[in-house]
């Protein structure tokens, strides 16, 4: 059983198109996150979500929105797509907001 | 404003050589110290969490340790299958930290047979 399972895994496009990425959780967390990894290795969080309510967006494009049905799914749609968006996107989980995170496999978006 | 820096950016090791990643953080009201092992094309795994100062964890050939300004992640006679990139991570109860995770930017550990 995947705890944090996201997708897709891989994800090739068009600029200007619009994607969305899933994820769930299995893991009865109250809390979820993206994060961005750019090429540098560099993990930043774009968006945090604790019981369906945002709790944190960093400085990111409008472009990007989550949507969090439940507390178990939070989506990530992105409109537009830019080149500069190529990075891998994480979604994670935490038990509550200051907790340690479980990370999913990460969805590589390349932007053509 | 809360940072972490990690050090060395990359390390390299003999099999059997011990040595320490070190991981130094400034945030007002430190919640939780977390590290990561992240392997190419896979997402960070969770290793340890610390809490407050004096503390240690240990998991196989590691162990965390933690200061008021700093965590230690010391790697005992290390394997190859101990390369990766190692990533630290702090959490604040509360400010503009809460809710999320702030990473360093990992050390880079390549240890060779």
């Known amino acids: 059983d995947t705890a944090v399972s996201q997708t897709p895994k891989y994800l090739v496009t068009q600029m200007g198109n619009d994607k969305s990425i899933k994820c769930e959780q299995n893991?009865?967390?109250?809390?979820m996150y993206w994060y961005k990894q750019d090429s540098k290795k560099f993990l930043k969080i774009m968006f945090s979500?604790?019981?369906?309510?945002?709790?944190i967006n960093e400085t990111v494009p409008n472009r990007f929105s989550p949507k969090s049905p439940d507390k178990a799914h939070l989506n990530l749609h992105i409109n537009s797509l830019e080149l500069g968006d190529s990075a891998v996107y994480f979604c994670?989980?935490?038990?509550?907001?200051?907790?340690?995170?479980?990370f999913g496999q990460g969805t590589r978006l390349t932007v053509v | 404003e809360d940072q972490v820096t990690q050090s060395p950016e990359a390390l390299r090791l003999q099999e059997g050589e011990s040595s320490s990643l070190n991981c130094s953080y400034t945030?007002?009201?430190?919640?939780?110290l977390f590290w990561y092992r992240q392997d190419p094309g896979k997402g960070p795994e969770f290793l340890f969490t610390l809490y407050s100062a004096g503390e240690e964890k240990e998991k196989e050939r590691l162990k965390a340790t933690l200061t008021k300004k700093e965590s230690f992640l010391h790697i005992t006679a290390p394997k190859p299958e101990d390369s990766a990139t190692y990533l630290c991570a702090f959490s604040n109860a509360g400010g503009t930290s809460y809710g999320k995770l702030t990473f360093g930017q990992g050390t880079i550990l390549t240890v060779h047979p």
């Open positions: 945030v007002s009201g430190l919640r939780g």
């Open positions: 893991l009865g967390h109250d809390t």
């Open positions: 994670a989980s935490s038990q509550v907001p200051y907790a340690e995170a479980f």
């Open positions: 979500y604790n019981n369906k309510e945002l709790i």
